[in-house]
């Protein structure tokens, strides 16, 4: 037997929903910023959000071991930035980088894999057919055109300049080590990138579960058979000519020309790499010296050359290496190697035992910043594809959240003007409930962006208009559930409990079937159609306890008040309902009085 409004001491209830609501709002001003207000995603606020792709050699899954260490690299990357409320969070196989304001340009450069690699100057030649280039032309006794040399360049040879640096990262220039190294190598300006990938809306969409497609692995074994030849390089440490003119015509160097071997080169093998704009092309020997032995990187303003350089200091067994080889290769070239491209090929003047070098070149204060915050933080043990690239501006973002407020007040109007038209009295429990229900919906919003990051977006915003009517919905079911108890002929306070039983079923039937689905579509999903996902099963959830908390509670109030407004159906939006069992009843009466004449 249901019990009755007058057991369910609607005041505990109410009590202890304003306890939760009391609790929440004391963490909002009382934790983290002490603001109130939700994290917004990047399309409400203005921001940049790069999805990058990881990509392995052989075409296969890359293991959550790398993807995690790439991600801290990549975090420790943004926040070099320097820009605040940055985050990196893995997506199945994917990085996604997201960057708020205007300064998120840069973080379309961060997955860069700055695999760095000291090596050997073998041979070089100049390309066939280069683009007209500003730089001179080389010193008398350089190679020709096509016409790979062995042996260390004198020191007229001409720089090598990278061709792997995006525009907004050092792509160029000879270097010096420490005053050391030839000075002359340093007057070269950046080049444009020649390998970096196009932008990502040129580019094919990776595949979902995060490994390269076929062609591009082929594309990598081919590159590395002829490029990586292991007999490149004889034993006594002259090239192999064949197969050097080979892996030199292979070899495209122009500008945003893609390399398959970026990122992916064996450090263990021989690499034919290019440089000096494009217009050189080197045979180096393995490498020699790691990028993990830097110690530190530092960009700063050269007064004696008048421009931007970056500084390296190497660790302990870094240093011992280095200064072996300087010591042994002086008047040689040594090639520091960027993601399979030569940064810079200073000639060695003299033994660097200190193991304090210099790159240098006519890079901008921001290009040297990248290089050396790349160069400090680490190389991704990943190479990755940029997939997704999307920035929007502060203008945009504000206008889609004036936009998606506007749609959400329209909504909750609509309800309003719905339920005071159709329940009256009730239909202000309803009001009454939904604003409980959005105040409880928001301090979740802020709590959740502080603890667990969760950000706010436009899909997110639709989540919560639909939660609307879903919330609405349950107060549907539960008040023509009380019509339903009228209309057989019982007063308004006997109905309120028996029809909450029976509504209750229904609405966590319903809930249950949402919430499910919004689980559903959040776990096979990603992207922003998680975060409509997320905030859809979240307002279902609350959508109970406001239910079972806020409105029956109240509902039971108003049935048993003594107010003769309050309890009167009319007011209700149940006076209709009332005389058809009022009618009932007397018709169920009169059959009665008949049978007992009978």
Not at 406 to 425: K, N, Q
Not at 497 to 515: E, H, N
Not at 577 to 591: I, L
Request: aromatic share 6%.
């Amino acid at each position: 037997m249901a019990s009755s409004a007058g057991h369910l001491r609607p005041g505990r209830y109410l009590a202890f929903f304003a306890l939760i609501v009391i609790v929440l709002y004391a963490l909002v001003f009382l934790t983290g910023n002490h603001k109130p207000t939700p994290k917004l995603g990047i399309d409400l606020q203005g921001g940049t959000r790069v999805t990058l792709t990881a990509r392995t050699p052989d075409g296969g899954q890359p293991t959550r071991e790398s993807l995690n260490q790439a991600r801290q690299i990549i975090e420790r990357r943004v926040n070099g930035i320097g820009v605040s409320g940055t985050e990196v969070l893995l997506d199945g196989n994917n990085v996604v980088i997201t960057v708020p304001g205007e300064q998120g340009d840069q973080a379309k450069n961060l997955g860069k894999t700055a695999k760095l690699g000291f090596r050997k100057v073998v041979a070089n030649a100049t390309q066939p057919v280069v683009p007209p280039q500003t730089t001179p032309p080389p010193a008398t006794g350089t190679p020709t055109s096509g016409a790979p040399t062995s042996g260390a360049p004198s020191s007229s040879a001409p720089p090598a300049a990278s061709s792997s640096a995006p525009p907004s990262s050092p792509a160029a220039g000879g270097g010096g080590a420490a005053g050391a190294l030839a000075p002359q190598q340093s007057t070269t300006p950046a080049p444009p990138s020649s390998t970096t990938p196009p932008p990502s809306s040129s580019q094919a969409p990776a595949p979902s579960d995060g490994s390269v497609d076929a062609q591009t692995a082929q594309e990598i074994q081919a590159a590395k058979a002829v490029r990586q030849n292991k007999d490149l390089i004889g034993a006594d440490g002259t090239p192999n000519q064949d197969l050097l003119a080979k892996a030199m015509a292979a070899l495209t160097c122009a500008p945003n020309a893609k390399d398959p071997l970026e990122g992916n080169d064996d450090p263990k093998l021989p690499l034919v790499a290019c440089g000096d704009h494009d217009t050189y092309k080197y045979l180096l020997e393995p490498e020699f010296l790691p990028g993990t032995e830097i110690a530190d990187a530092t960009s700063g303003y050269d007064q004696q050359r008048g421009q931007w350089v970056v500084n390296l200091s190497f660790k302990g067994e870094g240093t011992k290496i280095w200064a072996d080889f300087t010591s042994k290769n002086v008047n040689q070239q040594a090639a520091f190697v960027l993601d399979t491209q030569v940064v810079s090929a200073p000639n060695i003047q003299v033994a660097i035992l200190d193991g304090n070098t210099q790159i240098t070149g006519k890079f901008t204060q921001s290009e040297a910043k990248d290089l050396s915050d790349i160069l400090k933080y680490g190389s991704l043990p990943l190479s990755f594809a940029s997939s997704d690239a999307t920035t929007v501006s502060a203008t945009l973002g504000f206008a889609s959240l004036q936009a998606g407020l506007i749609a959400g007040g329209i909504g909750l109007l609509v309800v309003f003007v719905y339920c005071l038209f159709y329940y009256r009295l009730l239909g202000v429990l309803t009001i009454l409930s939904l604003a409980l229900s959005g105040a409880l919906v928001f301090a979740v919003l802020v709590l959740l962006g502080r603890w667990i990051g969760y950000t706010l977006d436009l899909a997110g915003i639709a989540g919560l208009i639909i939660a609307i009517g879903i919330t609405a919905d349950s107060f549907v079911i539960y008040f023509e559930r009380l019509k339903d108890e009228i209309r057989e002929g019982r007063t308004f306070r006997s109905a309120v409990p028996r029809g909450w039983v029976r509504a209750r079923r229904t609405i966590l039937a319903s809930d249950a079937v949402s919430f499910l689905a919004a689980a559903i579509l959040y776990v096979i999903a990603v992207g922003d159609v998680q975060g409509f996902a997320f905030t859809l099963g979240m307002s279902t959830v609350l959508d109970l306890v406001v239910v079972y908390l806020v409105t029956h509670p109240l509902v039971a109030m108003v049935s048993t008040s003594k107010n003769a407004f309050l309890s009167n159906p009319r007011n209700l939006g149940l006076g209709a309902v009332q005389q058809v069992g009022s009618q009932r009843k007397k018709s169920t009466s009169v059959g009665r009085a008949n049978v007992k004449e009978a």
